[in-house]
Nanobody, 122 residues
């Protein structure tokens, strides 16, 4: 299984970005696609996730601003980020889990992308 993210960039406060994550290979019937982010000097933290059944979860700081969705046919997950703030600046990772129960825990994911940088300046 391979995970490939794209769509990062440098924007200003209040702008929007849409990240994409395409998974290829032997994809399980039950799965979760998660987004995590890691700011310099900080730990990698959960941002959002969507499961094979369409359940979505978000960390509190992005609720109402970020939306996670999926194109099942093309095995692509999207993270639409609106009203971006400087504190959203981080390296964003997409991850794929071969289960759909634990979606907020990084250790529950089996495959990771290389990350895409999002920088928000004021």
């Amino acid at each position: 299984v391979q995970v490939l993210e794209s769509g990062g960039g440098s924007v200003h406060t209040g702008d929007s970005l849409k990240l994409s994550c395409t998974v290829s290979g032997n994809i399980a019937m039950n799965y979760a696609s998660g987004w995590f982010r890691q700011a310099p000097g900080e730990e990698r933290v959960f941002v959002a996730a969507i499961t094979s059944t369409g359940r979505t979860e978000y960390t509190n700081s992005v609720k109402g601003r970020f939306t996670v969705s999926e194109d099942k046919i093309n095995h692509t997950t999207f993270l639409e980020m609106n009203n971006l703030q400087p504190e959203d600046t981080a390296l964003y990772y997409c991850a794929h889990a071969r289960q759909k129960t634990l979606v907020r825990v990084a250790g529950a994911y089996d495959y990771w992308g290389q990350g895409t940088q999002v920088t928000v300046s004021s």
